[in-house]
């Protein structure tokens, strides 16, 4: 008898916590660290690096310190598939296949990782990956870019446990051929994030990058392996810098009146309309 009255007093001890927190419902409970820390979305999609010891440049290796605009941001307002770095299922890199960007020839990455800093709490940290415009060729058509140039960006994800918007941050911009050493084209920042723009809202024509200015919309649908995804495009001022102070390539892009950056982001929120017989299910 002693033995069981023991047993459970401790199990009464053990249970103690629960029991206080069950009776009272304004105590606030901290978290395990084993729990699985969801998104924190603010109503702009994303945080602002800046205000949390981030910036909008990268840091190219070899530069001395130089680097390029994270100029498109995929909003944490996406839906959630779409926010998930993966092909199938309808997410992240199916998406851009649609819009007409897929993996690096023959999954090969030439040169050192460029850095960035989104001031979510992970510090600097490498590119995710870098995506190349496919020439209409999803298997091979980055070879094509790679040679002959084109539209390409990397990109990092905003998740660390300062900020986790889940928004995907992107260096877009049109590059050189490979025998000008992939310098930057001129206009080029500007002209890649508006490209991208252009065919992820299925614009007829590309978009006149000198029309662009603070809240400029696009909107438009496109589909890939059976998924149909609808943007909307929205442009901020404010968030990057339209300064050459600090950016790579700069002779190149800039000049004749033409700034290399316009300072303005492009935020993408993406939604899926359709999807195949089978993911549906």
């Not at 990455?109 to 600097?124: E, F, K, R, V």
């Not at 950016?247 to 309309?273: F, M, P, Q, R």
């Amino acid at each position: 008898m002693a033995t069981s009255t023991t047993s459970s007093l401790f199990v009464l001890l053990l249970c103690a916590p629960a029991l206080s927190f069950a009776l009272d419902p304004h105590q606030v409970r901290t978290p395990s660290p084993l729990w699985r820390r969801g998104r924190s979305v603010p109503a702009a999609g994303f945080y602002n690096p800046h205000d949390s010891g981030g910036t909008m440049l990268t840091v190219a290796p070899n530069t001395g310190g130089l680097g390029e605009p994270l100029n498109v941001i995929v909003s944490g307002n996406s839906d959630e598939a779409v926010l998930a770095d993966v092909e199938d299922n309808g997410g992240f890199r199916n998406y851009f296949l649609a819009v007409g960007f897929a993996s690096e020839c023959l999954g090969q990455h030439a040169g050192d990782a460029q850095t960035a800093n989104l001031g979510d709490g992970h510090g600097t940290k490498n590119e995710t990956a870098e995506l190349r415009w496919d020439y209409g060729d999803p298997s091979l058509g980055t070879c094509q870019e790679t040679i002959k140039g084109g539209n390409h960006f990397r990109y990092w994800i905003q998740d660390g446990p300062n900020a986790n918007s889940g928004a995907f941050f992107l260096a877009t911009s049109y590059e050189l051929p490979i025998q000008r050493g992939h310098d930057i084209a001129f206009n080029g920042y500007n002209f890649g994030r508006d490209w991208l723009v252009g065919n992820a809202t299925a614009q007829s024509s590309l978009i006149p990058t000198g029309n662009v200015t603070n809240g400029t919309t696009y909107s438009g649908s496109i589909s890939y392996g059976g998924y149909t995804y609808h943007t909307d495009a929205l442009y901020l001022s404010g968030i990057a810098s339209n300064s050459t102070t600090g950016l790579n390539h700069a002779s190149s892009v800039g000049g004749d009146g033409v700034e290399a950056v316009d300072g303005a982001v492009a935020v993408l929120t993406i939604k899926v309309t359709a999807k195949p017989t089978a993911a549906a299910a």
